[in-house]
T-cell receptor, first 116, second 114 residues
Framework: ETGVTQSPTHLIKTRGQQVTLRCSSQ?????VSWYQQALGQGPQFIFQ???????GRGNFPPRFSGLQFPNYSSELNVNALELDDSALYLC???????????????FGPGTRLTVL | GESVGLHLPTLSVQEGDNSIINCAYS??????FIWYKQESGKGPQFIID?????DKRQGQRVTVLLNKTVKHLSLQIAATQPGDSAVYFC?????????????FGQGTILTVHP
């Protein structure tokens, strides 16, 4: 186990609704990244949060937004849900240091979102 | 554009055999590569990583080889066990240490037969 937790495990929404997914990072980690994994594909980077600010973003529209809290936990919000948003949403935590080293990302179990 | 892909989408081996999973990448500026294992219903699990200044790195029963000349990465699993059955992804770190955007390949399904 990585120590990264996500909630809820599963979620069913209808098109046009809004959803909030939550992630608690591993102890000692200060960075959270979010990924979308469609069925049968590899995860796609959505964005990363470090020190409560967005620190990089993938090719996702603005209706995908996030937050990071002082305890380093994070939320992913998706507005105006579309059918294609159905996927496994993964968060990964890492410890970004000041020495310029590589911060290995450790993944949570994911939230399975189904949009009807 | 940037992409990380796999040569073989599926691999079937007998228990005890050695497995080799291959991956091609296109971004010559990438400086870090990682292999993840994903079992059904779970998130990706870190297996092993390698920096671009290395050619080979070994872990417990696993070895990663990096050939920067042909932009090729491989994961070798020794004495494959049924518990190794999963989807394996290679991932490329883009952005260096400024931020860690991992780019994943499609994945290889490894099936180990007892």
């Amino acid at each position: 186990e990585t120590g990264v937790t996500q909630s809820p495990t599963h979620l069913i929404k209808t098109r046009g609704q809004q959803v909030t997914l939550r992630c608690s990072s591993q102890s000692g980690h200060n960075t959270v990244s979010w990924y979308q994994q469609a069925l049968g594909q590899g995860p796609q980077f959505i964005f990363q949060y470090y020190r409560e600010e967005e620190n990089g973003r993938g090719n996702f529209p603005p209706r995908f937004s996030g937050l990071q809290f002082p305890n380093y936990s994070s939320e992913l919000n998706v507005n105006a849900l579309e059918l294609d948003d159905s996927a496994l949403y993964l968060c990964a935590s890492s410890a970004k240091g000041t020495g310029g080293g590589i911060d290995t990302q450790y993944f949570g179990p994911g939230t399975r979102l189904t949009v009807l | 554009g940037e992409s990380v892909g796999l040569h073989l989408p599926t691999l079937s081996v007998q228990e005890g055999d050695n497995s080799i999973i291959n991956c091609a990448y296109s971004n010559s500026a990438s400086d870090y590569f990682i292999w993840y294992k994903q079992e059904s219903g779970k998130g990706p699990q870190f297996i092993i990583d390698i920096r671009s200044n290395m050619d080979k790195r070994q872990g417990q029963r696993v070895t990663v080889l990096l050939n920067k000349t042909v932009k090729h990465l491989s994961l070798q699993i020794a004495a494959t066990q049924p518990g190794d059955s999963a989807v394996y992804f290679c991932a490329e770190l883009i952005g260096g240490t400024s931020y860690g955007k991992l780019t994943f390949g499609q994945g290889t399904i490894l099936t180990v037969h007892p």
